[in-house]
């Protein structure tokens, strides 16, 4: 699991291999990530937007980027937590994602992105 810590909100993600697929003829690798927000801040936010860079170590990198996640753009009070699972598919056993979730305080309006920290996607365990 990799953590990571952004102005008061805390996300925490894990990931899954599910098996292999074929779409259109093609082999992908499928991955799923679960993913948990937690705000340890003293403010109400609501998550509006998210930001994915998707590696793939035999394709070109993919931006995702759009409203909320899963459909929804959760209000998290302080000490609430918001969990989700979704996933994607790679052409190769080994891939990588980060990117960054848009919130804003809703006491202040400020906007601020979260961090999400870089975590891999592969069929195997890494060990260092």
């Given at each position: 699991?990799?953590?990571?810590?952004?102005?008061?909100?805390?996300?925490?993600?894990?990931?899954?291999?599910?098996?292999?697929?074929?779409?259109n003829?093609?082999?992908?690798?499928?991955?799923?990530?679960?993913?948990?927000?937690?705000?340890?801040?003293?403010?109400?936010?609501?998550l509006?937007?998210?930001?994915?860079?998707?590696?793939?170590?035999?394709?070109?990198?993919e931006?995702?980027?759009?409203?909320?996640v899963?459909?929804?753009?959760?209000?998290?009070?302080?000490?609430?937590?918001?969990?989700?699972?979704?996933?994607?598919?790679?052409?190769?056993?080994?891939?990588?994602?980060?990117?960054?979730?848009?919130?804003?305080?809703?006491?202040?309006?400020?906007?601020?992105?979260?961090?999400?920290?870089?975590?891999?996607l592969?069929?195997?365990?890494?060990?260092?």
């Amino acid at each position: 699991m990799v953590q990571q810590i952004t102005k008061g909100i805390k996300i925490s993600v894990k990931t899954k291999f599910n098996g292999t697929s074929y779409r259109n003829n093609r082999l992908y690798y499928v991955f799923a990530y679960f993913i948990a927000i937690e705000n340890h801040s003293p403010n109400t936010v609501q998550l509006t937007n998210r930001f994915w860079k998707i590696f793939d170590s035999l394709n070109k990198t993919e931006i995702v980027e759009g409203e909320g996640v899963v459909g929804q753009c959760p209000i998290l009070k302080p000490n609430d937590h918001y969990s989700y699972s979704s996933g994607c598919f790679l052409e190769s056993n080994i891939g990588a994602m980060k990117g960054f979730y848009g919130m804003t305080n809703i006491d202040t309006l400020e906007d601020f992105k979260v961090i999400i920290p870089t975590f891999q996607l592969t069929t195997t365990t890494l060990s260092n």
